[in-house]
């Protein structure tokens, strides 16, 4: 018990010392919390930050949120990928609204849609000064070395889990879990960690038998899936053709310029449109390397099926990171082609 006493006390001042001034690190209101550790899921500090600050400026509560219209909240996300994040906070602030009040503990938190055992952790040690554990990545590697425990894959987080549980203190627990990954994210990095600069060192079972740069055991990482999409951008006069992403797509809700995997039929209103290709672009999605071939395709009419938009008119509208560059790089080739059209 001393021990584990002795370790929030290093820990916690060395956190007093050295965190990041990160802007969610300036508040307790359990929405921005909220807000924070959803856009931080996969994604740099450094990117997230921007976007923070604008959701927050564009939607300052939850209320605020729930009343929002989802285009519009799909557009402040955009760029931020991962959309279904976007979606299940939405739907989350929705869910929160109607109660009208904050869940209440942990388990409360973890009925709210798009937020799980981590992020219900973060938002109630952080905002409500609970004693409740949380594991991410950087908790999981911290915790492997400390222990030298040799666990990989699910074990390891179910171990990471358990240990997280016993130490997690009553005492100032939010600083207590962000110390934890800000030393797993700062110093306790992946590959080679910085011992000579942890405040641990001397509690560290991995450091004491020199195995800190084989801990955590990695597991196998999953090969990347590649695909080739075909997509086309609909031209007449000086609007362009998007259609709607549908539910069980990648982005569902935002738009995109057709596209098809090249193994499915293409769009029969090609026959009549004038092709030029322009090229490729590549970009990964999860586990899977997309090679995306681009067209203009140019009709003598509007298709009913697809919404017809001007170009000031598509760039407010909420299109994936890759569709914005198929715009980029298709208004590069008209302009050269066509320099009078936009
Ligand atoms: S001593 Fe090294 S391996 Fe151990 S917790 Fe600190 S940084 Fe990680």
């Known amino acids: 018990m001393d021990d584990v006493k002795e370790m929030h006390r290093a820990l916690l001042a060395w956190y007093d010392d050295e965190k990041r001034d990160l802007p969610w690190r300036h508040t307790h209101d359990p929405y921005a919390i909220w807000v924070s550790e959803i856009m931080l899921q996969q994604t740099q500090v450094a990117t997230v930050i921007p976007y923070y600050h604008r959701w927050l400026a564009r939607f300052p509560t939850v209320q605020a949120l729930a009343e929002a219209d989802d285009q ?17 906070l939405l739907e989350g602030a929705r869910f929160v ?3 009208n009040d904050w869940p209440q503990s942990a388990e409360e938190w973890r009925k709210v849609p798009g937020v799980g055992p981590y992020t219900a952790g973060a938002i109630t040690s952080i ?14 590697r911290v915790f492997s070395r400390l222990t030298a425990c040799r666990d990989s894959g699910p074990q390891l987080k ?15 627990p939010g600083d207590w879990n962000q110390a934890l990954m800000e030393l797993g994210a700062t110093v306790c990095k992946p590959g080679a960690p910085l011992c000579g600069a942890c405040p641990l060192i001397k509690k560290c079972e991995a450091h004491r038998q020199g195995v800190q740069n084989e801990l955590p ?22 609007r362009f053709g998007i259609r709607q992403i549908t539910t ?7 738009w995109e310029f057709p596209r098809v995997t090249n193994s499915c039929p293409q769009p029969h209103w090609l026959q009549s449109a004038e092709i030029h290709e322009v090229g490729v672009i590549k970009h990964m999605v999860t586990k899977h390397k997309i090679k995306l071939v681009i067209s203009l395709a140019y009709l003598t009419n509007q298709l009913p099926e697809l919404r017809w938009l001007t170009l000031s008119e598509l760039e407010s509208v909420a299109l994936p990171a890759p ?8 208004l590069a080739h008209i302009r050269a082609e066509q320099p009078l059209l936009f």
């Open 97 to 99: 609204a109607e109660k």
């Open 248 to 254: 069980g797509e990648w982005w569902a809700g935002m």
């Open 158 to 172: 179910k171990s990471a889990w358990t240990w997280a549980e016993g130490v997690t203190p009553h005492k100032r």
């Open 127 to 140: 905002a409500f000064n609970q004693p409740t554990p949380l594991v991410d990545g950087n908790v999981e």
């Open 217 to 238: 055991i990695g597991g196998k990482k999953e090969q990347a899936v590649e695909l080739t999409h075909l997509c086309w951008v609909p031209i007449h006069n000086d």
């Open 323 to 330: 569709q914005r560059k198929v715009l980029r790089l298709a």
């Open 72 to 88: 519009d909240v799909l557009a402040q996300w955009q760029g931020l990928g991962y959309y279904r994040r976007c979606r299940l």
